[in-house]
């Protein structure tokens, strides 16, 4: 099998002759206003780390460009929330530089590209305490707002596919922590805008993959999301305290991780060797179907590549 036939067999949940490879890292903020050496950044990453799934990068265009919420006090404003439309910076923007990224890549691999949820689009650009204000305050205001958000994330998305050349999405997925929402709350005010854009995706593409992102030390309550359908789900192993065999049972479909992610972890201070022998364990576990070897989430930018080129080096020997 070549990169893009192994990939694509994991994500069917077929077996695959080794157990295909994806890890990432955020693109250094120098190269988020050229488009060129933004693209020249992810190939050079792809050509150091020898992946087999590149997960591309959306740094520069995080949060919400909404003039309502740069200096928002009230959740009544959030029903100020007027749509960006299609031809807006912040969409064809990513769009455009996604399509040089892709070019660079030289259908070498395959490719995804990660979206927010609408709702962590707003929280990047009010931050957390006043997301949670304005949600408790109001949550029809943000169920609105929200709403209004996802409208504009599914041009992007189809953006993305339709035209920059990406095989899916790289849904992310958060603010589901135990301590954050009840189950209701999330299941009413937060469910709707992440499914809309999920599920218009899965319109588009048959590999779209959901990352169930946990950070801050803190687990999520997975049920929230029990609905939620790809074919492929990234999961926080080392957060949500949950090991391989047992997330391939519980989310019924390929799963993508196993390495923690955050610094002074394992794979930031282990020798050559050991990581050949955690491969050996991970794959153990994982086995060649349904199975994708990565890590938690995105990688620190101290960690150098020749490390995540020891893994995949590693894991084809299997």
């Not at 769009?95 to 929280?123: D, H, M, W």
């Not at 937060?190 to 993959?209: G, I």
């Amino acid at each position: 099998m070549n990169k893009r036939e192994r990939v694509i067999a994991a994500f069917k949940g077929l077996e695959t002759d080794h157990v295909p490879v994806s890890m990432w890292k955020h693109v250094p903020s120098e190269y988020w206003d050229d488009d060129d050496k933004f693209a020249q950044h992810q190939a050079e990453f792809f050509k150091n780390t020898d992946v087999d799934l590149m997960k591309l990068s959306g740094d520069k265009y995080f949060g919400w460009p909404s003039d309502i919420l740069k200096n928002i006090e009230s959740a009544k404003d959030l029903y100020k929330i007027e749509p960006l439309g299609p031809d807006h910076p912040y969409i064809r923007g990513p769009i455009e530089r996604t399509k040089k990224v892709v070019k660079a890549l030289n259908g070498e691999c395959a490719a995804i590209y990660l979206v927010f949820a609408p709702l962590s689009y707003l929280r990047l650009a009010v931050g957390y305490p006043m997301m949670m204000k304005l949600i408790y305050e109001d949550p029809d205001a943000m169920k609105y707002a929200l709403n209004i958000i996802a409208q504009d994330v599914k041009h992007l998305v189809c953006g993305l596919i339709k035209e920059s050349g990406v095989d899916g999405i790289f849904y992310s997925v958060q603010n589901g922590e135990v301590n954050r929402f009840t189950e209701e709350e999330y299941r009413d005010w937060v469910t709707p805008s992440d499914k809309a854009v999920l599920d218009y995706a899965n319109t588009l593409s048959d590999m779209n993959a959901i990352h169930f992102c946990a950070w801050e030390e803190v687990p999520n309550r997975l049920s929230v999301w029990k609905d939620y359908k790809a074919p492929v789900i990234s999961w926080s192993r080392y957060i949500d305290i949950m090991d391989i065999q047992e997330a391939k049972d519980h989310f019924g479909v390929t799963v993508w991780g196993g390495f923690d992610n955050r610094p002074g972890t394992f794979l930031y201070t282990a020798t050559r060797e050991q990581i050949e022998e955690e491969v050996k364990n991970l794959i153990s576990k994982g086995g060649k179907k349904g199975y994708i070897l990565g890590a938690d989430c995105s990688l620190d930018g101290s960690l150098p590549d020749e490390k995540i080129a020891w893994v995949v080096e590693a894991a084809r020997k299997i």
